[in-house]
């Protein structure tokens, strides 16, 4: 079982300029397919951005190049994107799911509560940061919404794939965001997506975390600290981070 870390989505900060971070996809080779996990900004974005991320290139620094693209990326690993059967997205905001229509024969699975939120009608400006047109081409939706296991203390909703993964619903971030944990050759690894921030290079204040993030910050990191056989990442890495990953598992 193959994992590829990808970064699709370099985002700095304007006014740290040690917050310098890239966005953290999943590439798992399954038995079903690859899925991806988020897709980071698509190539249009990059042709024809949005006011939204218009908008996030002027409070943030931006490479914005389209290499960065998952679809991209994937080519450069020697697959195609019709390879990619499968795409499971911890949340819809635009840094995660812009990359949807790369890919517009895979199934997408998603929360239910995130997806509602999604399609919500109506604007309001908490959601200002879900992008319609991501899923405009229609893709086949598979919706999760019963607790149905356990992991660890948490609970979860099992995802049908080999190898095993469970949806950890840690909503707050946005209405029906979740983490995900994915058993590897390894051990657990445990993407808590955008409700935590990458342990060990941090330095965001806890009260701006939870500003951002949500609540679950205190309890994923305890847990961490309790459980350091579990790898536990955030969607929102430090590029520090990304170099220090020589090989994919
Ligand atoms: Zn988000």
Redesign the pocket.
């Known amino acids: 079982m193959i994992i590829h870390f990808l970064n699709c989505f370099t985002d700095n900060a304007r006014f740290s300029s040690r917050m310098k971070t890239g966005l953290l996809c999943l590439l798992i080779e399954t038995d079903k397919g690859l899925a991806l996990v988020d897709t980071g900004l698509g190539l249009r974005d990059y042709s024809n951005p949005t006011w939204f991320t218009q908008f996030f290139r002027i409070i943030t620094v931006m490479p914005f190049s389209p290499e960065e693209a998952a679809v991209n990326q994937i080519q450069k690993l020697g697959y195609q994107p019709e390879d990619v059967k499968h795409i499971i997205l911890t ?1 819809m ?1 635009f ?2 799911c812009g990359g949807l229509p790369d890919f517009p024969h895979a199934k997408v699975h998603v929360h239910k509560r995130e997806y509602d939120a999604f399609m919500g009608q109506g604007f309001d400006w908490k959601n200002a ?1 879900y992008i319609r047109r991501n899923l405009a081409h229609r893709p086949e939706i598979a919706l999760y919404e019963t607790i149905d296991s356990k992991w660890f203390d948490f609970d979860a909703i099992r995802l049908p794939f080999a190898p095993e993964m469970v949806f950890i619903p840690l909503f707050g ?2 209405a029906g ?1 979740c983490g995900l944990a994915v058993k590897t050759d390894s051990g657990w690894h445990f993407h808590v997506a ?1 409700a935590g921030v990458d342990i060990e290079h941090n330095i965001a204040p806890d009260f701006a975390i939870r500003l951002a993030l949500g609540p679950h910050w205190p309890r994923l990191r305890a847990f961490a600290q309790s459980h350091p056989e579990v790898t536990l990442t955030a ?1 929102h890495m430090y590029d520090s981070y990304f170099a220090a990953l020589k090989v994919d598992r």
Request: zero cysteines.
């Open positions: 949340h905001h840094d995660h940061a971030h946005s965001h955008d969607s």
